[in-house]
């Protein structure tokens, strides 16, 4: 990358210092870029009042705590919906380019009028993921075949897309892998930022907090470690390579 190009910015809304650290190197490292050319920002310390998308070249939402669909929400969870509805609001109308994995997928939907719940939520794995047609056609999925292997673990997932959404990619258990709003916002359920390594490094930082079964870590990772999972990491790579802007 030109070191005159615009960084990305990373939102992140993990508590744990661990866990928000390694989630910005693994991002780094899928998306091709040095970790000072993704400004990560943790929202669960502070929120900016005046934050001016001109400065980046894109925005990158990662996992956390956070779900759209919970019923109890701490004062912290609704401040920082509040301060993403108003990103959204302006992401969507300029198309700016955004990506969203995990939690992103409860954000976008939710920004897009769509249906967020618990139904299609999944248990800490390796699944496979299959493009649509759409998907196929879609650069962002330039350079992966039509069905490939990716980790996912979240509580809820994409119930009814937004009316205006283009379903990307499916699953079996969760027929939403992957959406576009417009033409520059995307999400995932599944999370193209990890490996194996940086997958067991995240099961073991989230143990007991309800996204696995007892036991069942040590089959995903397994399976992480059989199956080319890293390769859905070509699609993080795509939107740098798409959307990387040069200052003025």
Not at 45 to 66: C, E, H, M, T
Not at 199 to 213: K, M, P, S
Request: hydrophobic share 40%; glycine share 10%.
């Amino acid at each position: 990358m030109s070191t005159s190009a615009k960084p990305f910015l990373l939102l992140s809304t993990r508590g744990e210092d661990a866990a928000a650290h390694a989630e910005h190197l693994s991002f780094a490292r899928r998306c091709g870029l040095a970790p000072a050319k993704l400004h990560q920002i943790r929202l669960e310390q502070s929120r900016p009042a005046n934050l001016n998308l001109d400065n980046y070249s894109g925005v990158i939402v990662g996992g956390g705590p956070f779900n759209a669909s919970d019923d109890d929400k701490s004062y912290l969870q609704k401040e920082v919906e509040t301060w993403f509805e108003d990103l959204l609001a302006e992401v969507l109308e300029r198309d700016f380019p955004f990506f969203g994995a995990c939690y992103g997928v409860g954000l976008l939907g939710t920004a897009g009028h769509g249906r967020v719940s618990r139904k299609h939520g999944e248990q800490a794995a390796v699944i496979e993921v299959a493009a649509t047609p759409d998907g196929e056609a879609d650069p962002i999925l330039e350079g992966l075949p039509a069905r490939f292997h990716a980790i996912v673990g979240r509580k809820e997932a994409i119930e009814e897309l937004p009316g205006d959404a283009t379903l990307l990619a499916t699953g079996k258990d969760c027929p939403v892998q992957m959406f576009r709003l417009g033409h520059n916002a995307y999400a995932t359920q599944f999370h193209p930022e990890l490996d194996a390594n940086t997958f067991a490094q995240r099961l073991l930082i989230y143990a007991n907090q309800g996204y696995y079964l007892p036991g069942t870590d040590l089959e995903a990772v397994s399976a992480a470690r059989q199956l080319d999972v890293a390769r859905s990491g070509r699609i993080l790579q795509n939107f740098v390579r798409l959307h990387t802007a040069c200052r003025g």
